[in-house]
C-alpha cells in the first residue's frame, strides 16, 4: 500500500494582516503611546530609499527599511523603552474588521459539526502572513485563533563576537533591553516562502525543508486546499502561486473605500483572484458567504477524493456467478 507523509486534510486559511483584518496599518497603537504623527514616519520611510542613493547606494531593499527606521527612532528615544513585550502590550489594542475575530472560530466550529468531515479528520487552520510586527499580532485578539504567524521580528540583544564562547550573554529577548536588531522580516515576495512552508508542512515538521523537492502526495496541505484572503496589488505574488495551483482567492476592501473598490475590481478582471468583497466578516456579509462556501467545497472534495481512493483501492466484491 503506498504511504503518504500526511493525510492531506487540512484546509488552510492564510490571511494578510494589515487592511485585510483590520482597517489601517497594526502600528497606530506604537504611533499613538509615542505621539508620533503617523504621517511623518511613513513619510520618512518613503524617502529612504533617495536618501541612501544620494549617499552612494546602489542596492536598496525598501521593503525592510521601515524596521530600520523603527530602530532610529528607539536609538533616538522617540520610541524610548520599546521592546518586544511592550510591542505585544501594544497588540491588544489593534481594533479589527467587524465580526472578528469570532468569524475564525465559527469556520472551525461548522466544519466540527459536520459528521462526514470529522470522519474524514478535515481540519481547518489560520494562518498570518504579514510585513507588519509579529509581536503585535500575538499580542492582538486574533492570536487564539491563529495556528501560526509570520511577521517581522526584532531581538533585544547582539551576538557579540566571540559569543560562541561567551556563557554570559543574555537572551535575545530581554525585558530589560530595547529593540536592537532585526532577526526575521517578510516582504511581499518573501510571503510566498510561507506559503510553500505550510504547503510542504515545513511548519509542522522541521525535517522537511522548504527547498527540499518534496511530491505534490507527500505535501502537508496542498495548494488546492488553501484560501488566500488580502487586499491589494502588493499580494499578487501569494494571489499568482495560490490560484495558479488550484487554490482559492480573495480580496478584500475597506467598506465604503471607492478607491479601495476599484483597486480589487482590477485584480479580478486581471484574472488575480478568483473574487472580491467588503472587509466585513459579520455573519450574512457576501465575503462570510464566500469564504464560508469556498471552505465547504474543499471539504466535500477531500470527503469524494478519500472516498473515491477508498472505493479503487478495495475493488470490486465477490459475488454469485449466474449460469
Known amino acids: 500500500m503506498t504511504r503518504t507523509l500526511f493525510p492531506q486534510s487540512t484546509i488552510a486559511l492564510i490571511w494578510d494582516f494589515d487592511r485585510t483584518l483590520i482597517p489601517g496599518y497594526m502600528q497606530a497603537p506604537l504611533f499613538n503611546r509615542f505621539d508620533i504623527d503617523p504621517l511623518e514616519f511613513w513619510q520618512e520611510v518613503d524617502a529612504l530609499p533617495e536618501f541612501y542613493r544620494q549617499r552612494g547606494a546602489d542596492l ?6 521601515y524596521l530600520h527606521h523603527i530602530l ?11 521592546n518586544n513585550a511592550m510591542l505585544r502590550e501594544l497588540g491588544a489594542h489593534i481594533q479589527f474588521y467587524a465580526g472578528l475575530p469570532d468569524f475564525f472560530d465559527q469556520l472551525r466550529k461548522r466544519l466540527e459539526a459536520s459528521p462526514d468531515y470529522g470522519e474524514h479528520g478535515i481540519e481547518l487552520e489560520h494562518y498570518i502572513v504579514s510585513s507588519g510586527l509579529r509581536q503585535m499580532i500575538l499580542g492582538s485578539a486574533i492570536a487564539p485563533y491563529v495556528e501560526q504567524v509570520w511577521a517581522c521580528e526584532f531581538a533585544e540583544d547582539d551576538a557579540q563576537p566571540g559569543y560562541l564562547e561567551d556563557r554570559t550573554q543574555k537572551p535575545l529577548f530581554d525585558d530589560e533591553r530595547l529593540l536592537s536588531h532585526v532577526i526575521y522580516s517578510v516582504d511581499n515576495t518573501t510571503k510566498t516562502r510561507a506559503v510553500f512552508e505550510i504547503n510542504k508542512g515545513t511548519n509542522k515538521n522541521p525535517n522537511v525543508d522548504v527547498n527540499a523537492k518534496v511530491a505534490h502526495e507527500d505535501r502537508r496541505v496542498p495548494f488546492q486546499n488553501m484560501i488566500y484572503i488580502a487586499d491589494g496589488p502588493s499580494d499578487v505574488p501569494v494571489f499568482s502561486v495560490v490560484k495558479a495551483n ?5 480580496a478584500v476592501y475597506k467598506p465604503e473605500s471607492e478607491a479601495e473598490f476599484e483597486q480589487v475590481n482590477r485584480l479580478q478582471a486581471q484574472g488575480r483572484v478568483d473574487s472580491f468583497g467588503e472587509a466585513n466578516y459579520e455573519q450574512g456579509s457576501q465575503t462570510f458567504m464566500w469564504i464560508t462556501h469556498a471552505v465547504d467545497s474543499i471539504a466535500r472534495r477531500i470527503v469524494d477524493d478519500r472516498q473515491a481512493a477508498l472505493h479503487s483501492r478495495l475493488g470490486k466484491p465477490p459475488g454469485h456467478i449466474d449460469e
Open 60 to 65: 536598496i531593499g525598501p521593503d525592510i527599511l
Open 246 to 250: 488550484g487554490g482559492k482567492t480573495l
Open 72 to 82: 532610529t527612532y528607539v536609538r533616538a528615544g522617540r520610541f524610548a523603552g520599546l
